[in-house]
């Protein structure tokens, strides 16, 4: 017997602001830069692209590029896809055992 196995989309997940939320903060949490483009990537495309480029101020295909793997967006570009996604970064002291 055969199985077909289902592409996975993480995107498909992130349908709420709880949790595309949560998602984003573990993800900065582990201090991965490519994968915290990747990640805002993953929900960009889960709130819509265009609507995320429109909101941003962004092209459609430079929000593509932008998010795209090994891509090296500015700090401002980031800044501006952030708050086109409705959410905000915080900072607190870092626990740690230091």
């Known amino acids: 017997m055969s199985e077909k196995l289902i592409p996975f989309d993480i995107a498909d997940l992130l349908d709420s602001d709880a949790t595309i939320s949560e998602y984003l903060s573990q993800v900065l949490s582990d201090?991965?830069?490519?994968?915290?483009?990747?990640?805002?990537?993953?929900i960009a495309r889960a709130r819509g692209m265009t609507q995320i480029a429109a909101q941003s101020g962004l092209g459609r295909?430079?929000?593509?590029?932008?998010?795209?793997?090994?891509?090296?967006?500015?700090?401002?570009?980031?800044?501006?896809?952030?708050?086109?996604?409705?959410?905000?970064?915080f900072v607190q002291p870092h626990t740690s055992s230091h």
């Open 61 to 89: 295909e430079s929000l593509y590029k932008a998010l795209s793997p090994g891509a090296k967006p500015r700090f401002d570009t980031v800044l501006k896809v952030i708050r086109a996604l409705g959410v905000e970064l």
């Open 31 to 42: 201090g991965d830069t490519d994968e915290i483009i990747r990640a805002i990537g993953h």
